[in-house]
């Protein structure tokens, strides 16, 4: 009888252990990851072009920002020499 109380105990005590490691680590996790957001949301970038991966717990997709002038994104990519595009007829 003593003898099951004391494993009967010592498993509750076990699970309770388990548990309680479990709740830690994903309280590390959780600051973990918004330390790395708060980190590399600011203005470090991987490459010079405004693109910033982000690595959520969720997901990881690439973050495109935009960071041009209004004077940059409404300027024509095309120079004045290589004329428009056409549509064409093919002849028979």
Do not use: W
């Not at 479990?22 to 973990?32: D, G, K, L, M, T």
């Not at 949301?41 to 690439?62: A, L, P, W």
């Amino acid at each position: 009888m003593i003898a099951f109380l004391f494993n009967f105990i010592l498993a509750i005590l076990f699970i309770a252990f388990i548990v309680v490691c479990v709740v830690a680590y994903r309280i590390y996790r959780s600051f973990h990851n918004i330390k790395k957001k708060f980190s590399s949301g600011f203005g470090e970038t991987k490459s010079g072009f405004g693109r910033q991966q982000t690595d959520n717990m969720s997901y990881s997709d690439e973050v495109i920002i935009d960071r041009r002038r209004p004077d940059e994104v409404n300027r024509k990519i095309f120079s004045k020499n290589e004329g428009e595009y056409v549509d064409f007829e093919e002849e028979k």
